[in-house]
C-alpha cells in the first residue's frame, strides 16, 4: 500500500533523484520556461513554487534556506527577481502546458512549465 508515500520515484533513487529535482527547478527558474516530461514538470512545480513563497518572505533566513535548496544565481534570483514581481499573488506562480506531440524515442507525454 501507499499510504502516505508522496512524489513520483522518475526511475532514480532518492539522492539522483533529489538532485535531479534541483538542477531542473533552477534550470526553470534561470530561463523562465522549461520543456520536459508531464510527471517531472509537476514535481518541479511544488519545489519552484514553495521556494518563491519563501523568498517572498525577503528575510535573511529566507535566502539562505533557498541557498541551501537552490544553486547560488537560482536563489538570488527567486530573491531578487521572481520575489517581488509575485508579491501580491497568492499563490499559482507557474504554468504547465502539455505539448501536442509525445517524445519521439519513447513516447513520454510531454509538456512546457513556465511562470505565469
Not at 1 to 28: D, E, Q, T, W
Not at 45 to 65: D, N, P, W
Amino acid at each position: 500500500m501507499r499510504h502516505l508515500v508522496k512524489g513520483r520515484k522518475l526511475g532514480l533513487k532518492r539522492g539522483p533523484r533529489r538532485a535531479f529535482l534541483r538542477i531542473l527547478a533552477g534550470n526553470l527558474i534561470r530561463s523562465g520556461k522549461v520543456v520536459t516530461t508531464e510527471a517531472r514538470a509537476k514535481e518541479i512545480r511544488s519545489l519552484v513554487e514553495r521556494s518563491i513563497t519563501h523568498g517572498k518572505k525577503q528575510t535573511v533566513g529566507a535566502l539562505r534556506l533557498l541557498m541551501s535548496r537552490l544553486s547560488k544565481d537560482a536563489a538570488y534570483k527567486v530573491y531578487h527577481e521572481l520575489a517581488p514581481r509575485y508579491q501580491e499573488r497568492k499563490g499559482g506562480y507557474t504554468r504547465i502546458t502539455k505539448q501536442s506531440v509525445a517524445r519521439k524515442n519513447d513516447g513520454s507525454r510531454m509538456a512546457m512549465i513556465e511562470f505565469v
